[in-house]
T-cell receptor, first 113, second 113 residues
Framework: ETGVTQSPTHLIKTRGQQVTLRCSSQ?????VSWYQQALGQGPQFIFQ???????GRGNFPPRFSGLQFPNYSSELNVNALELDDSALYLC????????????FGPGTRLTVL | DAKTTQPPSMDCAEGRAANLPCNHS???????VYWYRQIHSQGPQYIIH???NNETNEMASLIITEDRKSSTLILPHATLRDTAVYYC??????????????FGKGTLLTVNP
């Protein structure tokens, strides 16, 4: 059974650019949640996708958007990058949206210059 | 979600038991206690969760007080690889709109040789 995978591992962008991060959920999991973790802080919930639709959203602006595909993999897109978007982006998958344990991937480290 | 309070840091000698406390005095009857840990710059790793009974798995034991206002995560024989930030999270389950994990700053456990 493969775990949650994310790509790329590291990414460097400049302010104003756009970025796409990818996540493959664990086998048998249909729900993907995305979190942002700034340096020295705990992860903060961005949004969750279930059955290809957004199932809940944290306090993040609309320039943070996502997709979920029929195979349950997911993308996180961030437009108009700001310096404060520099963070570790984590994806977690679960069997159900609100009733099951979330298992995290290794994360993507995004640096915005 | 109920708030949790954890000490910012703890030390433990290798081979000894590590007991990590968590206060969740406002926990509701349908909220579970979850524990995750995060080794430097990796994705959080699920450890254990429970409602009101004590739980044990291959990684750790979770002791929840009878009034459920606090809990203790026990790593029975800590090793250097257990050095990590440990997060205690309370989460409503099942159902409802509580689809996210709300992380605090956690406890940095340092296991010393």
């Amino acid at each position: 059974e493969t775990g949650v995978t994310q790509s790329p591992t590291h990414l460097i962008k400049t302010r104003g650019q756009q970025v796409t991060l990818r996540c493959s959920s664990q086998s048998g999991h249909n729900t993907v949640s995305w979190y942002q973790q700034a340096l020295g802080q705990g992860p903060q919930f961005i949004f969750q996708y279930y059955r290809e639709e957004e199932n809940g959203r944290g306090n993040f602006p609309p320039r943070f958007s996502g997709l979920q595909f029929p195979n349950y993999s997911s993308e996180l897109n961030v437009n108009a990058l700001e310096l404060d978007d520099s963070a570790l982006y984590l994806c977690a998958s679960s069997r159900e949206p609100s009733t099951d344990t979330q298992y995290f991937g290794p994360g993507t480290r995004l640096t915005v210059l | 979600d109920a708030k949790t309070t954890q000490p910012p840091s703890m030390d433990c000698a290798e081979g000894r038991a590590a007991n990590l406390p968590c206060n969740h005095s406002t926990i509701s009857g349908n909220e579970y206690v979850y524990w995750y840990r995060q080794i430097h710059s990796q994705g959080p790793q699920y450890i254990i969760h429970g409602l009101k009974n004590n739980e044990t798995n291959e990684m750790a034991s979770l002791i929840i007080t009878e009034d459920r206002k606090s809990s203790t995560l026990i790593l029975p024989h800590a090793t250097l690889r257990d050095t990590a930030v440990y997060y205690c999270i309370v989460r409503v389950q099942p159902g409802g709109s509580n689809y996210k994990l709300t992380f605090g700053k956690g406890t940095l456990l340092t296991v010393n040789p």
